[in-house]
């Protein structure tokens, strides 16, 4: 299973609601930490890490670049 890259996650919470952040992803365990670049003024000037349970989230990686001409 691939454990680090960039994509989405979709986190469920138990009373029905989702929740939706992409970034870098690294999977550690059963929990998932997405970590959010937060720009300003256009520049990138901090990050946010979120850690969510791997039970409750679904996640869809981004393509690689090695990955879409063939090199794995």
Do not use: C, H
């Not at 952040?21 to 890490?49: H, K």
């Amino acid at each position: 299973m691939k454990t680090l890259g960039s994509g989405k996650v979709i986190f469920y919470s138990p009373d029905g609601k989702s929740l939706q952040l992409s970034g870098e992803i690294d999977v550690r365990g059963e929990r998932v930490s997405v970590t959010e670049i937060i720009y300003f003024n256009g520049q990138p000037n901090g990050a946010r890490e979120t850690n969510l349970p791997l039970a409750q989230s679904v996640i869809y990686w981004d393509a690689e670049v090695y990955e879409q001409i063939g090199f794995e």
